[in-house]
């Protein structure tokens, strides 16, 4: 990574393997869909998925961590989904919007112990 590029993000990323489940905004009945993130930061967060997300598309999120014994809600917004295999993988990168004070807070736990690990 570039000095640049360190530069412009605003928050640590953090390579952590949490589940999360998502399911679009615009449809909240559908069934939610579960994943493995690749990296996380205060900002959003990077994960697969076997079909590829819409740019924009708003997501409901459900984070697991182990700094909690329930999950956290976060909402974002879809910045990128890039193709890693071809029709079976998909890299979505997700910014998040409107986050709760509680979901702040545990973005920043999570943060904070990652930093004492490495």
């Known amino acids: 990574m570039t000095d640049s590029s360190k530069n412009r993000r605003k928050h640590v990323r953090i390579y952590r393997h949490f589940i999360l489940m998502y399911s679009p905004v615009s449809n909240p009945s559908a069934q939610s869909e579960v994943s493995q993130i690749n990296n996380i930061s205060q900002g959003g967060l990077n994960f697969s998925v076997d079909e590829p997300l819409k740019h924009g598309e708003q997501l409901q999120i459900e984070l697991k961590t182990p700094f909690l014994a329930d999950s956290v809600d976060l909402q974002g917004?879809?910045?990128?989904?890039?193709?890693?295999?071809?029709?079976?993988?998909?890299?979505?990168?997700?910014?998040?919007?409107?986050?709760?004070?509680?979901?702040?807070?545990?973005?920043?736990?999570?943060?904070?112990?990652?930093?004492?690990?490495?």
């Not at 890693?84 to 999570?110: G, M, T």
């Open 77 to 118: 917004e879809v910045l990128e989904c890039k193709e890693k295999i071809s029709n079976l993988i998909y890299e979505v990168r997700v910014q998040f919007k409107d986050l709760s004070l509680r979901a702040q807070e545990v973005l920043a736990k999570v943060e904070q112990y990652a930093q004492k690990e490495d």
